[in-house]
């Protein structure tokens, strides 16, 4: 058996009520947020118009620290979303055409899940990742030789 | 597509904390604690001020409201629920491992997935939590659990599955420091409860399915600053490293971690750390030698972090025996002593001044890996040394007792211990090491039948069992011992239990709803005393009981008190 992208193989997965009820999760767009001067990261995503999807559905972070996020809902009905962040979890509405900002901290490396926890957006396609790249601080790794990795 | 400046305005997103009734406010009672009333933590049993309740890890407490005579009246006073929301790490494995703390009314817990609560100890009303975002991706080799916090100077302290110590302000549970300890990319991670001794924090790694070295690190409690790190596997040309291959990295990928609490003694400035496994777990043709310190009791110095003395339980372990189970310190005849029940299933008394043996006996009815005689000699006999050839030994490796802690009464001078009477198959395939991939060399099937478990009490002077509860299942839940001549403990089919002290007659249960995998404390309020019991089955079901996978995974804290 050979294997090939979902994509191209059931791009019906990656739509509303095509080949599935709901979108296939991660399978969206990928973007990178902005480091700005002083190292803080800043990043948009939006939900457009009967996607039901975050996009990017998969933000990537160089490292970890702070993100300011706008999430923009362009969609033609009202959703939310819950936000990994230490210290709490960040939640926001969000009304038919509205726009809100969230401060997330996030040590990673590692990726994180948030979602829009209203009715069943979270099954339908609207949960999205959040990766951060990067290592943890040298003085918190292990002392020994460079090891092999997969 | 609209302009920007004609989207409503959804504002900013807030803590989820402020979408419940938390008043995120607690009263200041950790402020005084110190070392020094952690040292007499028993002479204030309405608290429960440390890990195990006291230093010596007993898990003892004088309160004796709740007795023998009256524990059938017990009643739930309150449960505390959190559940799990979206999606997290380990999402069917996460179980609720703590120790519930308290403090003068106040009582500071952890769940899974980076939540820590204080909560109302009367009422169980929630002050405040603090929840920190756990990687989806993260090594967990058993689970998505945490065991629980140390509290001390006005502030709580504990670990994050990614390997972080927190520091949080105990009157709202907002962060003093965090700072990493571990390599989430080398497959580390964190459950341990911290240990508070004179001005550090004393917490250890995980993850030594994963091939890491194994550490227990010390910070300043005030600033986070790193004190020192000690290093469980030596590199080589230090002491213990003629125990792991000349040639090559076997001691770099050794294992040994302290995934759970130490014990110490004042007097002797020693911490009381045990070992984990070493790595690969199964496969000990790449790693020839007594592969020091895993599976091992050793005597760490508070001050400094130096190995002062050590007893290894399994020298060359093929069996995952880890050695990391408490460290119980008692007198006998005048002799400073600590109990420890091996996975291998044998329960040691050391002398704790200088680790000799004092006497080794089986605490468990079936032991065929091989044995261990008077003198501590360990004769090993059955072991996965061929490549894909199956075979069966009992303990399995979730071992005759887990991490789950025994207890020792003062009173009764008896040790009760919960016992995992288990088997397990492993068939040796060999695999070569890479980073943060598990590393355990076998394939393990740990039996689903012929198995059972019992709350069994021991004279430590004799070896003697004195009484045994039999369950048809392991008991894996730690026990609790009482001034009123009581022992609690939770089943995995959920049932919480009091039982005799001294004769093991069963005089209360109720059932909770979901199995127990925690460590239960007591303390009071008001001159009511009040018994906790975290229940939320999860964590390693498929080595400690895989006839139970699939049973209910709840999440709740119960607390018991007599009627009013």
Known sequence: MTTTGVEQVLPQLIKQNGATLGRLLANGNAGHAEERADGRMHATVRINVDELVWDPAVLIMPHGGELELELINDDMNTHCALLPSNGDSQFIWLVNHSRGMATLHLDGPGYYWYSSPTGNDEGRGLTGAIVVMGDVPKDARLDRPKQPRP | ?564
């Open chain 2, 1 to 564: 597509m609209a302009e920007a400046t004609e989207y409503v305005d959804a504002g900013r997103a807030v803590d989820q904390a402020t979408l419940t009734f938390v008043t995120g406010s607690a009263p200041p009672v950790a402020r005084n604690v110190t070392y020094e009333r952690i040292l007499r933590a028993r002479s204030e049993p309405h608290n429960w001020l440390t890990y195990y309740g006291a230093y010596d890890g007993q898990r003892y407490s004088p309160l004796e409201q709740i007795n023998t005579q009256n524990v059938r009246h017990l009643t739930p006073a309150w449960v505390f629920q959190c559940g799990a929301t979206g999606l997290q790490a380990g999402a069917t494995t996460y179980a609720f491992e703590a120790a519930p703390v308290v403090v003068d009314g106040v009582m500071y817990v952890t769940g899974w997935d980076g939540w820590c609560w204080a909560l109302d100890a009367r009422t169980g009303e929630e002050l405040w939590r603090y929840k920190h975002a756990i990687p989806f991706d993260v090594s967990l080799c058993c689970g998505n659990v945490n065991r629980g916090v140390a509290v001390a100077h006005g502030k709580v302290f504990y670990t994050t599955q990614n390997a972080h110590v927190i520091a949080l302000d105990a009157t709202n549970g907002k962060p003093v420091w965090d700072k990493a300890f571990g390599d989430v990319r080398a497959g580390e991670s964190a459950t341990v409860a911290p240990l508070i001794v004179k001005d550090l924090v004393i917490v250890g790694s995980s993850g030594g399915e994963f091939g890491v070295r194994g550490h227990l690190d010390a910070f300043n409690f005030e600033t986070g600053e790193h004190v020192w790190r000690c290093y469980m596997v030596p590199k080589p040309g230090e002491p213990g490293s003629d125990t792991w291959p000349k040639n090559g990295e076997a001691w770099a990928r050794g294992g040994a971690n302290c995934w759970i609490t130490p014990t110490y003694d004042p007097e002797l400035n020693l911490l009381y750390v045990g070992t984990g496994n070493p790595a690969p777990d199964f496969d000990g043709e790449v790693r020839p030698g007594d592969n020091l310190y895993t599976d091992s009791m050793v005597a760490v110095d508070a001050d400094n972090g130096q190995i002062r003395f050590h007893y290894q339980y399994n020298p060359h372990d093929v069996w995952d025996y880890d050695s990391i189970s408490e460290h119980i310190l008692f007198e006998m005849d005048g002799r400073k002593a600590m109990a420890h029940f091996d996975k291998n299933g044998y329960c040691f008394i050391l002398d704790r001044t200088n680790g000799q043996l004092i006497r080794v006996f089986p605490f468990v009815d079936r032991i065929t890996w091989g044995d261990i005689d008077a003198n501590g000699k360990v004769t090993p006999k059955v072991f996965p040394d061929k490549e894909g050839d199956p075979v069966h030994f009992w303990p399995g490796p979730a071992g005759g007792k887990e991490w789950t802690h025994a207890a020792y009464s003062p009173k009764t001078e008896l040790l009760y211990a919960p016992v995992q009477d288990i088997g397990a198959t492993a068939t040796r395939r060999r695999r070569e090491f890479k980073e943060s991939i598990p590393y355990w060399g076998a394939g393990v099937q740990v039996d689903a039948e012929d198995i059972a478990g019992s709350i069994s009490a021991f004279d430590p002077r004799t070896g003697n069992e004195v009484w045994r509860w039999r369950n048809h299942v392991p008991m894996c839940s730690s026990v609790l011992a009482t001034g009123g001549d009581l022992v609690f403990a939770g089943e995995p089919g959920g049932n919480f239990n009091a039982f005799n002290a001294r004769t093991g007659e069963m005089l209360w249960q109720f059932q909770c709803g979901s199995g127990h995998h925690s460590s239960p404390t007591t303390y009071s309020v008001g001159g009511k005393q009040y018994i906790a019991a975290p229940s939320g089955w999860g964590g390693w079901v498929e080595g400690f009981v895989p006839g139970m996978l699939g049973a209910p995974h709840g999440a709740a804290l119960f607390v018991f008190a007599l009627p009013d």
